[in-house]
């Protein structure tokens, strides 16, 4: 389950953290994923000390690089970092700011801090269900060996399988198909098995 703390994002600190452990506390086998206003590692801990498994980085990570290796070291298996690009670029604090950094370039220098996976978001295509940013998507996926999790514009259930054929992630992260009960998950792992692709949830 992934999991954002949008308001944290904005404010630099989380603010739904009690929402994230109650659902952990509550689905206690279910691997959860969180991002949103994770900047310390006291964070970090308290939020794996609840029962979350990975711990989101995005905005910290661009901001302050070496950080990202420190917890690696300090949380090995648990680290993820979310890149939300466009055009290339990285955008920062809630998508309200837009980096210099290479998408690429700044993806592989986390590859080598150890970083567990790249959640990889498109943010023009982010909420228009139009599908994922399919080549941009692949070029992150051939310039890396961990997986990227392809996230941002899951408009069908077929969106989800070509971001794993099309665009060669390795994962694929879906809401607003979910939200508006477009479909439901059953649907998504059905017609992802259907077309020969592994669901592990």
Avoid at 167 to 194: C, N, P, R, W, Y
Wanted: one cysteine or more; charged letters at 20%; aromatic letters at 6%.
């Amino acid at each position: 389950l992934h999991m954002v703390d949008l308001d944290g994002a904005f404010a630099g600190n989380p603010v739904n953290a009690d929402v994230i452990h109650e659902v952990c506390k509550t689905f206690p086998d279910l691997d959860v994923q969180v991002g949103g206003g994770i900047r310390d590692e006291e964070t970090i801990e308290t939020y794996l000390h609840a029962g979350v498994r990975y711990v989101i980085l995005g905005t910290k990570a661009i901001n302050a690089p070496h950080f990202v290796g420190d917890v690696c070291a300090e949380f090995p298996g648990h680290i993820i970092v979310g890149l939300d690009a466009k055009d290339g670029k990285v955008a920062i604090d809630g998508w309200s700011k837009l980096s210099n950094h290479d998408v690429i370039n700044i993806a592989q220098q986390f590859e080598q801090d150890g970083v567990e996976a790249i959640i990889y978001t498109d943010i023009s295509r982010d909420g228009m269900m139009q599908g994922f940013n399919l080549e941009s998507t692949r070029d992150l996926a051939r310039a890396i060996q961990i997986p990227v999790i392809a996230s941002g514009g899951v408009g069908k259930l077929q969106d989800l399988t070509d971001g794993i054929k099309l665009g060669h992630a390795d994962a694929v992260l879906a809401a607003s198909i979910f939200h508006f009960g477009e479909h439901t998950v059953e649907e998504a792992k059905q017609q992802m098995a259907a077309q020969g692709i592994e669901v592990r949830l």
